[in-house]
């Protein structure tokens, strides 16, 4: 049974950075895509930031791009989601989704796609 575990969040300063890594045991495969969602205190999940295996492309969310970035390590079977000029309205539980098998650019945005969750790592960026 394929497990994925996020690591890395805790309380920040604005303006501060964060890392968050995510691993996936237990299976054999390489993910072909990893991702990153976050939910706000009272909101709904949001698509944060992707990165495919091969090729490497990444796609970020308006409102994080420029600040986020996303990177793997395709033989630890890793992804990493660093953070920086952390905002107030970063505060959130962020999760790392994955996907096994390749999809298209469009469907790369939506949870529903994704084989496999973490349980969440929160993130709370304080003013």
């Known amino acids: 049974q394929a497990q994925v575990m996020e690591s890395g969040g805790g309380l920040v300063e604005v303006g501060g950075s964060v890392r968050l890594s995510c691993r996936i045991s237990g299976h054999t495969s390489s993910p072909y895509h990893w991702a990153w969602f976050r939910q706000p205190p009272g909101k709904e999940r949001e698509f944060v930031a992707h990165i495919s295996r091969d090729p490497s492309s990444s796609i970020y969310a308006d409102s994080v791009k420029g600040r986020f970035t996303i990177s793997k390590n395709n033989a630890e079977k890793m992804a990493f989601l660093q953070m920086d000029s952390l905002e107030p309205e970063d505060t959130a539980v962020y999760f790392c989704?994955?996907?096994?098998?390749?999809?298209?650019?469009?469907?790369?945005?939506?949870?529903?796609?994704?084989?496999?969750w973490g349980q969440g790592t929160q993130v709370t960026v304080s003013s």
């Open positions: 989704a994955i996907r096994m098998a390749r999809i298209v650019l469009s469907a790369r945005r939506r949870p529903e796609h994704y084989d496999y």
